[in-house]
């Protein structure tokens, strides 16, 4: 049995489970409730890759060039990348030759086994923020204007006050008209500490509300930043401030440094996570509007090559569908019906 296939069955039982009003714990109903997620996000992207690849199974009676080709086109559409498809498709190949694949049943569950190998790779991956207790941890969020940026903060903040976190919202966009006054709006409306001021250079507002947030015992601070990236060296100038800045007042922070991406861009997704790699060190990636495109595959694309994991996934609007990335509950969702 493959890998999706064991995945596969964990969660039909889960749900199984629910359905049938048997008891589960607390965090197994709402593991359901994040696979689900997952399974309505990923629609679009099921409905245009997944059903191609399907087709393929019918179209072609035996695993040929063609089948490749056209595997490869399949792949490549989806936004996964050029070089990141030719590799797996020359692994593909190999392991067709040399297990002498020829049933497309077993060929399937061999293609999702590959795909999710591509993000996993040989290491042990989190998607979980890396919060230390007893001290003020700080979050920086980088990516250029529009991507969601602002949002993704406050659904981020708004779930870590659910788990019982004291939380502050800094503005540290002095530049883009509105980003103060945004960020504090959402900062009322989820019930969280806010510092901001426009007049003053974003460093500086970064300092005066990381000494009152420190002095004021909160456990987690979410700093906005700018959303330029037409100069690069100035933008790298601004966030190693910022860096000098926190570490000043709070040792070893910021513990995160996470950068938003739309994942309707495609490939401009990317090329935005390599730009920004250039500039400071990216932790993570917060991948807004996955439910709103039909190529998801970016999600491996943005691993495989700028190697950087996937911390958050935005599955829908509201508050609480921005949730933690889970390669399981991913590929389960894409793969489902394939």
Do not use: C
């Not at 690069?232 to 440094?257: H, Q």
């Not at 730009?275 to 439910?291: A, M, P, Q, R, Y």
């Amino acid at each position: 049995m493959g890998f999706f296939s064991k995945i596969k069955n964990i969660f039909n039982k889960k749900e199984e489970e629910i359905e049938n009003n048997e008891e589960v714990t607390i965090e197994e109903k709402q593991e359901v409730e994040d696979t689900n997620k997952y399974v309505e996000g990923l629609s679009k992207s099921r409905d245009n890759f997944v059903n191609k690849l399907s087709v393929l199974g019918i179209k072609y009676t035996k695993i040929s060039e063609d089948f490749y080709d056209e595997l490869e086109e399949i792949l490549i559409t989806a936004d996964i990348g050029v070089n990141t498809v030719m590799d797996f498709v020359d692994k593909l190949r190999k392991r067709v030759k040399e297990e002498h694949i020829e049933d497309f049943e077993y060929l399937k569950e061999v293609i999702v086994d590959e795909l999710f190998m591509i993000y996993v790779g040989d290491q042990i991956l989190s998607s979980k923020l890396n919060l230390v207790d007893n001290t003020t941890n700080v979050i920086l969020f980088v990516g250029v204007n529009g991507v969601g940026k602002t949002t993704s903060i406050a659904k981020i903040a708004n779930r870590l006050k659910q788990e019982g976190k004291k939380i502050m919202l800094i503005a540290g966009d002095t530049f883009r008209a509105g980003a103060v006054t945004q960020l504090d709006e959402w900062a009322k409306k989820i019930g969280v500490s806010f510092y901001g001021d426009d007049r003053k250079d974003p460093s500086a507002v970064i300092y005066d509300g990381l000494k009152k947030a420190k002095e004021e015992n909160y456990d987690v601070v979410l700093v906005d930043t700018a959303g330029r990236l037409q100069n690069k060296v100035n933008l790298m100038k601004e966030l190693e401030k910022m860096n000098r800045v926190i570490s000043e007042i709070i040792p070893n922070n910021p513990i995160e440094t996470l950068l938003v991406i739309d994942a309707t861009t495609g490939q401009n997704g990317i090329s935005q996570a390599k730009s920004f790699k250039e500039i400071t060190n990216i932790t993570g990636i917060v991948l807004t509007k996955l439910d709103g495109t039909a190529k998801g595959g970016i999600v491996l694309a943005i691993k495989e090559l700028v190697d950087i994991p996937v911390k958050f996934v935005g599955l829908g609007e509201k508050e609480t569908d921005l949730i933690p990335f889970d390669i399981e509950k991913y590929i389960y969702g894409l793969f489902k019906e394939f």
